[in-house]
């Protein structure tokens, strides 16, 4: 099996850009709308880290948990503290089977939870 990519429902394309691309720092890759006013669909990486983000109201819930592995998570801590978003302000937390994770709340109900180890 190969790489999975999460769908996760967005409900507004300013406020999904101002939180995944200026605040977390991923990348528009592409983007596609069946036409001029139609709900938005697109693809947002940053490093190996691959989502797709969609306004269309079938392809996915809200309210979605995903963990993303991060190589270094007091750097992306630290650069995400830098921007001051006025929306979240993630903290660090120590696990008990290991782990160091930091969660944030998208503005549209999906929690994405960094963390310095994924379980297998």
């Known amino acids: 099996m190969g790489p999975v990519t999460p769908i996760l429902r967005i409900f507004d394309e300013a406020k999904a850009r101002e939180f ?4 977390l ?3 528009v890759d592409w983007e596609h ?6 709900p938005l669909y697109l693809q947002v990486s940053r490093d190996g880290c ?8 079938g392809d996915c819930c809200p309210g979605a948990g ?3 592995q991060v190589g ?3 750097a992306y801590h630290a650069e995400l503290t830098a921007k001051q978003y006025g929306y979240a302000r993630p903290g660090i937390g120590d696990r008990p089977w290991g782990s160091r994770d930091m969660s944030i709340a998208d503005p549209f ?11 297998t």
């Open 109 to 119: 109900g999906n929690r994405l939870t960094f963390t310095n180890a994924i379980s």
């Open 72 to 74: 270094d998570i007091d």
């Open 20 to 23: 995944y691309v200026d605040f």
């Open 66 to 68: 995903m963990r993303i």
């Open 25 to 27: 720092g991923f990348q």
């Open 33 to 38: 709308r069946f036409e001029p006013g139609l």
């Open 50 to 57: 691959v989502l797709h983000l969609s306004e269309h109201h």
